[in-house]
């Protein structure tokens, strides 16, 4: 049913109940999996919103060798489960962007046909005032979404 799976992970306890779901499916239909992780431009997603800070060169030079630490811890472990379970992975870490629209970004460009993430599940002025990714990507996704929970 499902030939190429993007999972998204951000590395937390939640985010890999998604990530089990997505390897499952994958395994269930012998698909091709596509995990992807993103790390916010330094100022998170204020930075879009003020120039009330630059930050130096050395500051990002840190930043950007912090931020892959942190995707390579995040990958390598889903890398390791998915070809421990015979499937065929790629990891994508997309730097400097906004989650939704770089999930979406990578869907499109390799050929995703389901995205597979978690979700809080938050609701009222919790998501009004925290956003949500995730219902970013189900309102905008030109391919299906499972959310997990």
Request: with cysteine; hydrophobic share 45%; aromatic share 4%.
């Amino acid at each position: 049913m499902y030939d190429h799976i993007l999972i998204s992970s951000d590395g937390s306890a939640l985010a890999q109940l998604g990530v089990d779901h997505g390897l499952a499916l994958a395994k269930l239909h012998g698909s091709k999996v596509t995990a992807v992780t993103v790390t916010e431009p330094l100022g998170g997603q204020f930075a879009f919103a003020s120039d009330l800070w630059t930050p130096s060169e050395a500051e990002i030079a840190a930043y950007d060798a912090a931020q892959r630490t942190i995707a390579e811890r995040i990958l390598g472990p889903i890398q390791r489960e998915a070809e421990e379970m015979g499937l065929t992975i790629e990891t994508v870490h997309v730097p400097w962007r906004l989650v939704a629209g770089a999930l979406l970004q990578v869907a499109d460009d390799v050929g995703c046909d389901v995205i597979v993430m978690s979700s809080h599940g938050r609701t009222g002025m919790d998501r009004v005032a925290m956003g949500s990714q995730t219902a970013e990507v189900i309102n905008r996704a030109k391919v299906p979404v499972i959310v997990v929970r």
